[in-house]
């Protein structure tokens, strides 16, 4: 009896969306790229006659592996294992979570992002610092941030500047310090060679702490690492993030602000961004602005970028004057 023919993954999508109908198909290829529409598009235009028996099977293991993903977003790796070795027995519940894992890039530490952040604290909170940053850059921004708030002020910036500055970390530390807290936890989960940290993962975390919390890292920041401090700074608000500021702030920011720089700034802007500083101007001032960017003509975007970091720097000045408020996370920057 000849040996079956192993299908390749284009193969059985393309089996899949065949057996699928082209209602279904229609709606899976609006979440395709144009590379991913035309390379499928091609496999399908080349099956002639699939058997009942074939269809039949890439359709089990469409199902199984959907499944399998049902339960690692449910559970996480650990639980979607448990579940399928009990299920389907171990070799193929570990063939198919082999197989997700392969695309799905599950980052380390995964149990905890679904833990409370107060129990994460209680185990890291004597921690060495860095081996704190490791496992708050793994985190969501809100979680790190409440539990980076809650760690003692002494701590903190040093934390933060740990976050910025870390760049890969080696599977084999990471691991070390995931099965740590996986145990105290009482959770599972696996991991592969990962980067995290950095400056974009510090300030996503002190963009959600409290303001309170935020200039006391900042000012130690300051100390510890002026130019580190300046560039988390500038990272923290930019231009586009007007939007965010009440009328009376973004009316403050227009008096301020040179009009050569905010013309320049807004001409490369979204319009969501050209709508809300424009009905904070007069009608007339608003019209003027308009045709004076017209006239401009063409610019130099770093111009225009220089332009939008000067208009920055007088939002922060003024914000640290008291004169605007910025709203970020922690609750203390409410108005009433």
């Known amino acids: 009896m000849a040996k079956k023919k192993q299908l390749t993954g284009k193969e059985k999508a393309a089996i899949l969306l065949i057996s699928l109908g082209p209602d279904i198909s229609a709606r899976i290829y609006k979440h395709l790229t144009e590379e991913e529409i035309e390379k499928l598009t091609l496999e399908i235009s080349g099956v002639r006659k699939v058997d009942n028996e074939t269809k039949d099977e890439v359709l089990q293991q469409f199902h199984q592996l959907a499944i399998a993903q049902d339960y690692i977003t449910q559970g996480g790796i650990g639980y979607a294992k448990n579940v399928l070795e009990k299920a ?75 976050i910025a500055l870390m760049d890969s970390t080696s599977p084999e530390i990471v691991n070390e310090v995931e099965n740590i807290l996986e145990r105290k936890l009482s959770a599972t989960v696996t991991q592969d060679y990962t980067q995290a940290g950095g400056i974009e993962s510090v300030v996503e975390v002190l963009n959600s702490v409290d303001r309170s919390t935020e200039r006391t890292i900042l ?22 993030d007007i939007v965010t500021l009440d009328n009376r702030s973004i009316q403050r920011v227009i008096r301020d602000v040179e009009n050569e720089d905010l013309q320049l700034a807004l001409k490369v802007a979204s319009e969501e961004v050209k709508e809300t500083v424009f009905s904070n101007m007069s009608q007339r001032m608003a019209e003027t602005f308009k045709e004076e960017m017209e006239f401009m003509g063409p610019v130099r975007l770093r111009d225009v970028e220089e332009a939008q970091t000067r208009i920055v720097g007088v939002i922060r000045r003024l914000e640290d004057a008291g004169e605007i408020v910025i709203a970020r996370g922690g609750g203390d920057d409410i108005i009433v």
């Open 219 to 240: 000012d130690a920041l300051e100390i510890q690492d002026p130019e580190l401090a300046e560039e988390i700074k500038k990272r923290m608000f930019v231009f586009e």
């Open 88 to 162: 389907l027995g171990q070799e193929e519940a570990m063939e198919i979570i082999n197989r997700l894992t392969s695309t799905l890039q599950v980052r380390p530490f995964d149990f905890a992002r679904k833990a409370d952040p107060t129990q994460i604290l209680n185990f890291i909170q004597n921690e060495h610092p860095q081996t704190i940053a490791l496992i708050l850059s793994y985190l969501d921004s809100e979680q790190a941030g409440q539990i980076l708030s809650s760690l003692p002020q002494g701590v903190q910036a040093d934390v933060a500047r740990r």
